[in-house]
C-alpha cells in the first residue's frame, strides 16, 4: 500500500563483489574486482529499504522489458556452445531491435532457467516526458515483439533440433523501473560478515540459524538460566535447613566472643586480607593527618583490592596514638576493622610529648562524638572504591569494539574505541595495590605474592582455554604447542611471535599484569616517599612519554603512521615486531600501570592537604573548605566527557580535532586517553577524608555489577562462537546474552574453582604444568580437514563417467590453520608429482582512523593468500588407472613456500592495497591482500621447477604509485619443492601494463623456451625469460571466438593453467598430431559465471589455436563471500593417458576433474581438425 518500488537510504555500496553492470548509479563509488556480484552497505551511515512509488522522474529510470520463452530443451541449449550462442545472438537482436530507442545488445539479459529462457532488456530515455511516452508505445506493441521473437526464434534451425514442443513467448511485459530493480541481491546490512544472504554458502560458525528469531532465542535462553540459578539458590537457601546435617554445607564456626580489650587489640593488629572477593564496612579517619586502615577483598581484576592510607613515617620525634574501631560485616561475610593512627610531632621534652599527646585526644574525642569531618555533606569516601559500575561498562565497551572490528556491529563510531578500556585496567591495577601496600605492607616473597594475586584472574582464564582449544581444533586453527605452553604460565605478551597467536587472545593483558606483579615489591619501595612535587612531575613524565611515537618519526621525517603496514599474525619484518610489541607487551604498558601507583600516592598526599585545611567550627567539629570538595566533584564529570568527545566525534571540529585524530595514530591507549582515564579513576576514589563524589556516590549503588565484569570480558569470544546469526548480528541481545552467561559462569564456575585455587596453595603450583601438557597432547590430535569444515556441501567424490570422475585433491596442508586450499597446479616430473596450490582465508575488520587529516571508518576485506607447494612420489600406472578406479596415485604434504622473495630480497609481504575514500559515508574501503596468488608449475629444463604467479605489487619504501594497485605476473625461476624456505626471487612480467590487472597468462615451454599466452583472444603469445624480461612474438585469430565476442560484449574470454604438449594420435583422433593442450575460460560480467573450455594450438609458432572443445563440467560452488557457484580452473596435467585439471570451487576446495586422453577428446568431436581460423602475425614490440 504503500509503495511498488524499493527505495534505499543512505550510502549503499563497498560492493567488493558488486556487479557494477547492474548498477551503474553506483559505479563510480564501487572499485572494480575480478568477480563480483553483491551489494553490501559498508559505511557508518546505515542503509535502510522503504517501500516508494517508481521513481518516474528520476534520471536513472528506465523501461524494463521482460519475456519468457518456453518449451526449450534446456540440457541441449546449455551443453551445445554453438547452438547457445546463436540462440543468444538472435534473441538479442531481436528484442533490440524491437524496443528501440538506442537500445543495444549489451542491454539485453538472457538467463537461462529449466524449460525455458527469460529474456531481461533496458530501454532508456533523455527525459521524464519521454519515458512515459515510450511506455506506451512498447506496451501497445508487445504483441510485435511476441511475435518478433517467435519468427526469430523458429527460424534458427538449430533451435527446431533443441525443441520438445511448440515454442511459447509468455510473460511479455513493459514497465517504468529504476537502476536499483536490477539488483536482485537481498540487502541484509552491513559490508562485513556475510552482508548478504547467500543461499546455502557456509557461515563458518560452530552452528547457523539465519533466522531472525534465532536471536531472541538465544536471549530468551540465557536469561531462563539465570532465572533458573538463582530460584535454585532461593530454594536450597530454604530447603537446606531441613536436611539431615550431613548433607548440609560445611559452614565456618563463629568465633567466640573476645574481651573487650582482646578485641581492639585484635583489629588492630589484623593482617591485610586481599583474596576475599566481598568488599568490607568501611570507616573514615576522624581527624587531620589521621591514617584510615581497612580490608577490602579483591584485586584490581576483580575490582576491589586491600586498600589503605598510608602512616606517616616513624622517627624519634613522632609519637603514635592507635584508636581502633571494629566494624563487622552480615553474616557469612569476612569481617574487618578499621583502625586510625594519629601522628603528631611532639617536642623533645616530656612534658611537651604529654601535652601533645592530651591534645590531640581531646580533638579525637570531638571528632568522634562529631561523627568525621564531614558527616554532615554526606558519607566520606574512605577506601572503598565504587569501581563496579565502571569496570562493568568497560568490560561491555571492550566487547562492542571487538565485535565492531569483526564487522557484526553496525558502523558506530563509538564502538570502534572498545579496545581503549584494555589499559585502563592495568592504571585501576596499580592504583587498588597501592593503596593497600600504603596502608600495611606484606612481609612475603614475590612468587607468595604473585600467587596470591592470581586468585582472582587465573582459575577463570584456565577454564576458559578449554573451551576456546576445542573451537580451535574443531576449525583446524589451534596455535603452535609452543604458544599453547606459554600461555599455560600467563606468558603469551610476553615474546612477539606469541601474541597474536594465542587462544582466547584478547586475554593478553592478564599475562602483562603478572610482570608488573613480579615488579610491584621494587616499583612500592621507590614510590612509597614521593613527596607531593614528586609524584606530580613523574605523572607528566609518564603522560609525555608515548608521545614520542609521533616526536620520533616526525624529527626522522617519517610517516606517523608506520604501523599501518602491519597484518595481523605477521611477524616476517622489524615494522610487524615493532607494531605487535607495542600493541601487546608489558614494557609499553608498565607507565599506565605505575600511572595508577602514582594516583594512589597523589591521592593519600592531596587527601593530607585537604585535612591540614579543615576549619572547626563552633562545636569544634572540622570542615574541609569547598575550594576541596568542588573540584573533587569534578574530576569524574571531566574524565568521562573527555573520553566520550573522542569516542563519538570522527571529525572534530576546533580545538579538539588533534585529540581524535592523534589519540587513534597512537593507538589511544598509551596517550591520548590516559589523563581522562585518570580522571576517571581519581574521581571515583574521592580522597579519603571527604565525601564521595555525588556521580560516584550514585554509582556505587551498583557495585555488584563486578562480580560479573571479568566474566564478560573472559567470555566474550565464546559467546560469539556460539551465537548462531552470521553477518549483523542484534548488538543489543548479544551482549544480554553475554551478561547472562557471565552471571551464570560466575556462580556456577569461576567461585568454586576461585575457591579451590584460594584453599590449595601446593596444588595450584602444578596447575599451569598439567593445563599446558594437557593442550599440547590434544594439540597433537589431527583435527577435522580444513575443506570438510569449509565445505561440507561438496562431496570429496563424484564418478562423472566410466573414464571421468571429480574429487578432491589428494593434498593435505597441516600448518593451514583453519585456512582453505584452493587453485591447484600440478606438473609430473621424474616419478614424482609436484603440488603447488594457494592457501586461502577470508577476513574483515573495522576501525576508526585518519585520512587526510580527519578520522573515518575504515572497513577492510583481507585475502589472506600464501602459496604452499610440496612433493609425493607418483605411481605411473595407477595414475594411468585413476579414471577408470577413482583412487587418487599420491597424497602430497604441502608446506608454506616461505623463501619467496621480492626485489628488495624481503619476504614477499606487505602489498599494495586497493583503497578507496566514500565521501558519503566517511568510509575509507581497503581491499588487502596478503600474498601471493593462483601459481602455476612448469619446468623449462627438466631438473629444477618454475612457478608463474600473480600478485599485487610489493609496497616499496615510497609506497604504492596511485593507480598501480593492481594485480601483475610473477616468475620465480628455479624453485626447489624440496626446501620451501630456500631462497629466491620472484621477478615481475615486463612486458604486462601496471595500470590494469595482469593475471591468467598461460606459460608453456618451446624448444627448451619458455612462453606465455597473454590472451586467449587474439592469441597472443609472449617470449619470457627468469628474470622477468619479456617479449610480444605471436598474435593470431580463432574467429569462432572473435565472433563470440562481437555478439556478446558482455563476456571476456581469459587464459586458465598452464598448457602441456599432447602427442598421442592414437588417443586424439580428433586432432591425431602433436599439440599443446590449454584452458580457458569465459567470465560473463552481466551474470558474473564462469565457463571453462579445453583448447588446443599448434605445437609450432605462431602458435594458433586449432580446437575447443565444449564447456568442461567442473563442480561449482558458492563462496563465502556469496554470489553465484563457480569454479576457477588454474591447472593441467598429462601423463600416461590421463589428464588432470585442477580447479577451485568457490574458494573452498582444491579439486581436480580427472579423466582418459581419450574421454577428453571426446568434447572436441564437435570442432573437427580446423585450423586456426585466421591469420598469424608476428612481431617483436612489448605486447599485452
Not at 586517553?673 to 554509582?699: C, D, E, I, T
Request: overall charge negative.
Amino acid at each position: 500500500s504503500d509503495g511498488s518500488f524499493a527505495a534505499f537510504e543512505g550510502a549503499m555500496c563497498y560492493a567488493a563483489e558488486a556487479e557494477m553492470s547492474k548498477c551503474p548509479y553506483y559505479k563510480e563509488e564501487c572499485p572494480h574486482t575480478f568477480r563480483c556480484e553483491r551489494w553490501e552497505c559498508a559505511s557508518s551511515v546505515p542503509c535502510t529499504m522503504s517501500a516508494t512509488e517508481p521513481p518516474r522522474a528520476q534520471e536513472a529510470a528506465h523501461l524494463g522489458v521482460s519475456a519468457i520463452v518456453q518449451n526449450i530443451d534446456f540440457g541441449l541449449l546449455s551443453a551445445n556452445a554453438s547452438l547457445r550462442i546463436a540462440f543468444s545472438s538472435t534473441v538479442r537482436r531481436i528484442v533490440a531491435e524491437q524496443a528501440g530507442h538506442g537500445t543495444g545488445l549489451q542491454d539485453v539479459l538472457i538467463t537461462l532457467e529449466e524449460g525455458s529462457v527469460r529474456i531481461r532488456a533496458k530501454v532508456k530515455a533523455p527525459d521524464d516526458d519521454s519515458l512515459i511516452a515510450m511506455n506506451a508505445e512498447l506496451r501497445s506493441s508487445s504483441a510485435g515483439l511476441t511475435s518478433a521473437l517467435l519468427d526469430g526464434v523458429t527460424g534458427l534451425e538449430g533451435i527446431l533440433q533443441a525443441m520438445t514442443g511448440t515454442v511459447n513467448v509468455v510473460d511479455v511485459d513493459v514497465s517504468i523501473q529504476g537502476d536499483l530493480e536490477a539488483c536482485d541481491a537481498t540487502i541484509v546490512s552491513d559490508f562485513l560478515g556475510a552482508a548478504i544472504v547467500h543461499g546455502d554458502s557456509p557461515c563458518g560458525r560452530l552452528w547457523c540459524w539465519e533466522v531472525e528469531i534465532s536471536e531472541y532465542l538465544m536471549a530468551a535462553v540465557g536469561a531462563g538460566a539465570v532465572a533458573f540459578l538463582f530460584i535454585g539458590q532461593k530454594l536450597w537457601s530454604r530447603l537446606e535447613p531441613l536436611l539431615p546435617p550431613r548433607l548440609r554445607r560445611a559452614r565456618p564456626k563463629a568465633a567466640a566472643p573476645k574481651p573487650k580489650a582482646l578485641e581492639t587489640l585484635a583489629a588492630a593488629t589484623a593482617p591485610v586480607v586481599e583474596e576475599p572477593l566481598q568488599a568490607s564496612t568501611v570507616l573514615s579517619n576522624m581527624a587531620p593527618a589521621v591514617g584510615v586502615v581497612m580490608s577490602q577483598g579483591g584485586g584490581p581484576d576483580q575490582g576491589t583490592a586491600s586498600q589503605a592510607h598510608s602512616l606517616p613515617p616513624k622517627s624519634p620525634n613522632h609519637t603514635e596514638v592507635a584508636i581502633t574501631i571494629a566494624a563487622t560485616q552480615d553474616p557469612g561475610e569476612a569481617s574487618a576493622a578499621t583502625s586510625t593512627s594519629v601522628a603528631v610531632k611532639a617536642a623533645p621534652a616530656t612534658e611537651a610529648k604529654e601535652a601533645a599527646v592530651e591534645q590531640l585526644t581531646a580533638k579525637t574525642k570531638n571528632n568522634t562524638a562529631a561523627g568525621k569531618h564531614s558527616s554532615a555533606k554526606g558519607v566520606v569516601a574512605g577506601d572503598k572504591f565504587p569501581l563496579g559500575m565502571a569496570r562493568f561498562m568497560a568490560s561491555l565497551h571492550v566487547v562492542l569494539g571487538h565485535i565492531y572490528a569483526k564487522g557484526v556491529t553496525p558502523s558506530i563510531y563509538f564502538f570502534g574505541w572498545g579496545f581503549t578500556w584494555v589499559p585502563w585496567f592495568f592504571m585501576l591495577s596499580g592504583f587498588v595495590l597501592f593503596t593497600a601496600h600504603l596502608r600495611r605492607p606484606k612481609q612475603e616473597s614475590v612468587v607468595d605474592y604473585v600467587m596470591r594475586r592470581s586468585v582472582t584472574i587465573y582459575p577463570l582464564y584456565a577454564v576458559s582455554l578449554l573451551p576456546a582449544f576445542a573451537v580451535d581444533w574443531y576449525f583446524g586453527r589451534t596455535p603452535g604447542t609452543a604458544v599453547l605452553v606459554a600461555q599455560s604460565f600467563l606468558a603469551q605478551a610476553w615474546c612477539p611471535l606469541w601474541a597474536e597467536h594465542a587462544l582466547q587472545q584478547h586475554c593478553w593483558f592478564l599475562s602483562c599484569m603478572v610482570v608488573y606483579w613480579l615488579c610491584f615489591k621494587p616499583l612500592s619501595y621507590c614510590l612509597k616517599n614521593l613527596s607531593l612535587r614528586g609524584t606530580l612531575i613523574m605523572m607528566m613524565i609518564l603522560f609525555f612519554i608515548p608521545w614520542l611515537q609521533i616526536i620520533i618519526p616526525a624529527a626522522m621525517q617519517e610517516s606517523t603512521e608506520w604501523y599501518k603496514g602491519h597484518r595481523w599474525g605477521a611477524t616476517d619484518t622489524f615494522v610487524d615486531i615493532a607494531v605487535i610489541v607495542m600493541k601487546f607487551s608489558p614494557i609499553c604498558y608498565a607507565h599506565v600501570f605505575v600511572v595508577g601507583m602514582l594516583l594512589a600516592k597523589l591521592r593519600l598526599l592531596l587527601d593530607d592537604k585537604a585535612c591540614a585545611a579543615a576549619e572547626p567550627d563552633s562545636k569544634g567539629v572540622c570542615h574541609i573548605p569547598l575550594r576541596w570538595r568542588l573540584p573533587l566533584e569534578l574530576v569524574l564529570p571531566f574524565g568521562y566527557l573527555g573520553l566520550m568527545a573522542v569516542f563519538s566525534q570522527p571529525d572534530i571540529d576546533g580545538s579538539l580535532a588533534w585529540v581524535s585524530s592523534w589519540g587513534y595514530k597512537l593507538a589511544a591507549r598509551l596517550s591520548v586517553l590516559l589523563p581522562f582515564q585518570a580522571a576517571v579513576l581519581f574521581g571515583l576514589a574521592g580522597l579519603p577524608s571527604l565525601p564521595l563524589p555525588r556521580l560516584a556516590a550514585l554509582m556505587s549503588n551498583l557495585d555488584w555489577l563486578q562480580n560479573y565484569s571479568y566474566c564478560v570480558y573472559v567470555c566474550q569470544w565464546l559467546c560469539y562462537d556460539v551465537w548462531p546469526k552470521s553477518g549483523q548480528i542484534n548488538v543489543p541481545l548479544f551482549l544480554a546474552f553475554v551478561v547472562f552467561v557471565a552471571i551464570v559462569i560466575a556462580h556456577t564456575v569461576q567461585k568454586p574453582v576461585e575457591k579451590w585455587w584460594a584453599g590449595h596453595p601446593k596444588g595450584r603450583m602444578a596447575l599451569p604444568f598439567l593445563l599446558a601438557a594437557l593442550l599440547a597432547g590434544l594439540n597433537a590430535v589431527p583435527p577435522p580437514s580444513a575443506t570438510e569444515i569449509a565445505a561440507p556441501d561438496l562431496p570429496a567424490f563424484v564418478r562423472l563417467d566410466e573414464h571421468m570422475v571429480d574429487t578432491r585433491l589428494p593434498a593435505v596442508d597441516m600448518e593451514g590453520g583453519g585456512n582453505t586450499l584452493i587453485n591447484p597446479s600440478l606438473l609430473v616430473q621424474e616419478g614424482q608429482i609436484i603440488v603447488v596450490a594457494r592457501r586461502h582465508g577470508l577476513e574483515y575488520d573495522r576501525w576508526n582512523g585518519e585520512w587526510n587529516g580527519s578520522m573515518v571508518t575504515y572497513v577492510d576485506q583481507i585475502w589472506r593468500s600464501q602459496i604452499v607447494l610440496g612433493t609425493a612420489r607418483l605411481d605411473s600406472e595407477a595414475w594411468s588407472k585413476w579414471p577408470t578406479s577413482g583412487t587418487a596415485p599420491f597424497m602430497a604434504s604441502l608446506s608454506a613456500w616461505s623463501g619467496l622473495q621480492n626485489a628488495s630480497s624481503q619476504p614477499w609481504a606487505k602489498l599494495c592495497a586497493r583503497e578507496k575514500y566514500l565521501r558519503k559515508n566517511n568510509t575509507v574501503v581497503r581491499q588487502i591482500v596478503t600474498g601471493p596468488e593462483d601459481a602455476k608449475v612448469f619446468d623449462v629444463n627438466g631438473s629444477s621447477i618454475d612457478i608463474a604467479f600473480s600478485s599485487l605489487p610489493p609496497r616499496g619504501l615510497d609506497g604504492c604509485p596511485a593507480g598501480q594497485e593492481v594485480p601483475q605476473m610473477y616468475l620465480a625461476a628455479d624453485v626447489s619443492p624440496a626446501a620451501a624456505s630456500a631462497e629466491v626471487a620472484g621477478h615481475r612480467m615486463r612486458c604486462g601494463r601496471t595500470d590494469a590487472a595482469e593475471k591468467n597468462w598461460i606459460p608453456f615451454t618451446h624448444e627448451g623456451e619458455l612462453f606465455f599466452v597473454y590472451s586467449p583472444v587474439p592469441h597472443t603469445v609472449l617470449a619470457a625469460d627468469a628474470d622477468g624480461s619479456c617479449e610480444r612474438r605471436f598474435s593470431t585469430e580463432f574467429v569462432p571466438l572473435k565472433s563470440l565476442l562481437q555478439e556478446s560484449p558482455e563476456v571476456e574470454v581469459r587464459g586458465s593453467g598452464q598448457a602441456v604438449l599432447i602427442d598421442d594420435p592414437e588417443a586424439t583422433p580428433n586432432l591425431p598430431q602433436r599439440h599443446y593442450l590449454a584452458m580457458m575460460h569465459m567470465f560473463n560480467r552481466t551474470s558474473s559465471t564462469y565457463a571453462h573450455f579445453a583448447y588446443r594450438f599448434s605445437p609450432n609458432p605462431p602458435f594458433a589455436i586449432l580446437q575447443v572443445s565444449t564447456q568442461l563440467d567442473l563442480l561449482a560452488a558458492k563462496a563465502d563471500t556469496g554470489g553465484p557457484a563457480f569454479a576457477f580452473v588454474s591447472g593441467l596435467a598429462a601423463h600416461n593417458g590421463t589428464v588432470a585439471i585442477t580447479y577451485g570451487a568457490g574458494d573452498r576446495d582444491a579439486r581436480a576433474l580427472v579423466l582418459t586422453l581419450g574421454r577428453l577428446d571426446e568434447l572436441f568431436a564437435a570442432c573437427g581438425a580446423g585450423g586456426a581460423g585466421g591469420s598469424g602475425t608476428s612481431s617483436g614490440g612489448a605486447g599485452g
